[in-house]
């Protein structure tokens, strides 16, 4: 069977669609691009609106391959799925399967079976209360990246319920894994080659608290992972701030290897927004996690997500954002509207701001921010670094050969080099020249490693 899967959403998602992929190439599927595949998953996310309507217009270009095809057929997964369910079924009569993101470890046999004529519909959408193990360390790590980076799954689902989010209703309740079954796969994936590692989890820094735990904390896990031999770079995300612990800011400080940088979500600058988000932490409170992360590492670059338009934000609580983001500097930030999503609290809450002022406060906001981080990249120009090598830039100047690499804390780094190959999952030592909009130029300064 040929089979094509397309994500949207987070890296949950991008991580789930390759593990369905390694799970499917090992009964024998083949991947296929989009006009030759059989079988066609969609890996969806409903955090807003605009992704989920992205489903549907894709699940419409997809009709058009039963043409070619009648056999062809498509399986929803994620958390539009979860959230949609049997619906699908209805709406687009080629939609066989249907699995939440606790649904999909079934996902490659229910696959199967339909392929085989065996089941004509399946829904997967059940959730487990305890974190389902989906391979072994073997199995992982059967086909690894060039790029020699690596994500790790270490829990599953939320237990937050901020009143504008709608994962805890489609990725369910909070599910640790084990420790000793994170730092196994952790040490297999760098024994066989991996140099970076992203463990992730909706709130990273919950991690333990909930069924799964054993008593390890997030801090502890960060600690033993850190100490694999071979680990050149460790990185993770999510996080929220109410559950960072001084154990996890003091470890910026004191691990080599954990890279300096931390996307630490603020969704909004003014108290009374957090607390009708339900976010659980002031404005004050950020401010001194904050300073701890800047004293543990200097040079540590924050990121963050925001929400304007919150119902209820006047005026001045959006200046509050504006404030924080000014105060933290923040590398970069992702920004968005508030959207209405069903049944989360926040539908009910009033006055809701009106599309257009939402819109100007985004432009505004993203304009501040756009400044912000031309200054971060331009106080960077001369100083030395490495950047991890990720594979040939787009950026080509007359017959120079650009590659794109990243230095320490995540930044693009693009380094003229008259290599055509070989330099993928390479360590380059560099040195800054130039800041561009969102990126660095740099120039080689020693051997690749
Ligand atoms: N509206 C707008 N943005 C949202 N996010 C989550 N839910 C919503 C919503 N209803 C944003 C938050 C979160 C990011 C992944 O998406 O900023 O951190
Ligand atoms: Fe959503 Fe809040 Fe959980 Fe993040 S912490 S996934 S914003 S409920």
Redesign the pocket.
Known sequence: MKFHITTFG?QMNVHDSDWLTRALESRGWEQADEGEAQVYVLNTCS??DKPEQKVYSELGRIAAHLKRDENVFAAVGGCVAQQVGRGFFERFPFVKLVFGSDGIAGAPNALECIAEGGDDRVALLDFVSIYEERETSEERTVSLPDTRQAFVNIMQGCDNFCS???VPYTRGRQKSRLPDVVVEECRALVESGIREITLLGQNVNSFGQDKGGVGVSFADLLYRVAEIDGLHRLRFTTSHPKDIAPEVIRAFGELENLCPSLHL?L?SGSDAVLKAMRRKYTQERYLSIVEGLKEARPDIALTT???VGFPGETEADFQETLNMVERVGYESS?S??????PG?A?VNMEPKVSPEEASERLMRLQTLQNNITKKCLENLVGLETVAFIEGLSRKQNGEETFWKGRDPAGRIVNVAMPESDGLIGMMVPVRILEAKKHSLMGERIGIPW
């Open positions: 987070c955090v807003r504008y989010c709608i979500p969704q997500d925001l929400i992702f968005f509207k508030y959207s209405d999503r989360v926040a």
